[in-house]
């Protein structure tokens, strides 16, 4: 029978569309950067602190690939792993609508689907862990919304209450009014908060909360993981200020992110295009002359983001051997080509990794169900025969896959 898991790569391959399970099986290309951000995320878990970089890289050089090899590595360190993709319903200035997207897009480690609400489940009154989290609650952040509502959605018997409770901290707030009669029906007090929360303000306060809520389950560190920056550009003035406000953060974060390590990836033009188009710097002093940072911080840090460097002949040869490998898994077969083959049948695929994959797809796919593909044959062994150069499969187009 043939493999499962193999079929499911090289589906995924042949479509385009990266996953976190290509992720896991092509790792082996930038060992360099790769090395790299397994220090740090060590350091984040054997500190404690948090920390931040940004990529860059041009269309189709494997940012998003990137993202899903992290992914894989945090989850094998016992990391929490939150996904965004930024865009017009989830823009970067908005930072309410960034945690709701994150939360709702938030893998535990080693599970296939998000979700984190079976954790709640250890949270009953009496145990250590919510005492914990309500004297973190009361202590340690801006505002003590998160104290009332925890402690409300302990000791609630009320479902229609408990799905609303539980909504809110998945980034679905309730109002300050709605939580003060939910509380005062439970407990018969009213409550006083010391600072009103607004969500436009005190989203990093659930941030932070959550944080120390992994933290506290024995997880090494929460990994958030945010593609599409790029996107950001497409903001008014005022609107990407404040994205970079934002992005700061969770780049330049505070002292109450615990074990939180956040990367964004976005399009080597934006500095070209943005920065240096839009005149931000010019923007920002303009905007807010008193209060630059750290906003002018995250600009220099775009600027000087590390770009994807297209990958070495040595580095694709290694990866469509890889393909060659799955292929064979995937369809019970033993393609035994040459890697010369296989790079010369790529050629015309253009430059970017996604095209020379699917033409590599596309060469394994008619050897196995013709035996032959352009000018190269399989015998009856299953061995190769050349009888000329190798023609590439000119017909897969440069689009977005």
Same mark, same amino acid.
């Given at each position: ?147 009332? $509502? %925890? ?5 609630? &018997?009320?479902?229609?209450?408990? =799905?609303? #409770?539980? /909504?809110?901290?998945?980034? @679905? ?76 953060? $969770? %780049? ?5 992110? &615990?074990?939180?390590?956040?990367? =964004?990836? #976005?399009? /080597?033009?934006?500095?070209? @295009? ?77 430059? %970017? ?13 008619? #050897? ?34």
């Amino acid at each position: 029978m043939f493999d499962v898991e193999a079929r499911r790569v090289i589906e995924a391959l042949r479509s385009g569309v990266p996953s976190r399970a290509v992720g896991q099986y092509f790792s082996e290309a930038r060992p360099q950067l790769m090395r790299d951000i397994s220090g740090r995320l060590e350091k984040v878990s054997e500190s404690g602190r948090s920390d931040g970089m940004v990529i860059s890289g041009k269309y189709g050089e494997g940012k998003t690939h990137l993202l899903n090899t992290v992914f894989n590595l945090a989850h094998s360190n016992n990391m929490v792993v939150s996904w965004l993709s930024l865009s017009k319903e989830t823009p970067m200035d908005k930072l309410y609508l960034v945690y709701q997207k994150l939360i709702s897009n938030t893998y535990l480690p080693m599970r296939q689907q998000p979700g984190f609400l079976q954790v709640l489940e250890k949270l009953t009154p009496n145990s250590p862990l919510a005492g914990e989290m309500l004297l973190y609650g009361s202590r340690e952040l801006e505002t003590d919304k998160l104290y009332y $509502l %925890l402690k409300a959605y302990m000791n609630t &018997e009320d479902q229609e209450e408990k =799905f609303l #409770l539980q /909504a809110d901290l998945e980034g @679905d707030f309730i109002s300050n009014v709605s939580l003060k009669q939910i509380y005062k029906r439970i407990f018969s007090q009213t409550v006083k908060y010391q600072v009103s929360f607004a969500k436009t303000k005190h989203t990093a306060d659930y941030f932070a909360f959550m944080s120390h809520l992994f933290a506290q389950l024995g997880y090494n560190g929460w990994v958030i993981l945010v593609d599409e920056a790029e996107l950001m550009g497409r903001l008014g003035k005022k609107a990407r200020l404040n994205a970079y406000r934002n992005m700061a953060k $969770l %780049l330049m974060p505070s002292e109450k992110l &615990e074990s939180v390590f956040s990367m =964004f990836a #976005l399009s /080597a033009s934006y500095a070209e @295009d943005v920065i240096e188009g839009k005149h931000e710097f010019e923007n920002l002093a303009s905007v807010y002359p008193q209060e630059q940072e750290p906003a002018k911080s995250v600009l220099h840090l775009l600027l000087k983001a590390p770009q994807l460097n297209p990958l070495t002949r040595e580095e694709i040869s290694r990866i469509l051997e890889r393909v060659q490998e799955f292929h064979g898994r995937a369809y019970e077969w033993h393609p035994e080509v040459s890697p010369d083959s296989i790079v010369k049948a790529t050629q015309a695929g253009g430059y %970017l990794l996604r095209t020379k994959i699917r033409a590599a797809i596309e060469f394994f796919d008619q #050897l196995y169900q013709y035996g032959e593909a352009g000018n190269t044959r399989i015998n009856e062994l299953g061995k190769e025969q050349f009888e000329e150069e190798v023609p590439a499969l000119d017909l897969l187009d440069e689009g977005n896959i």
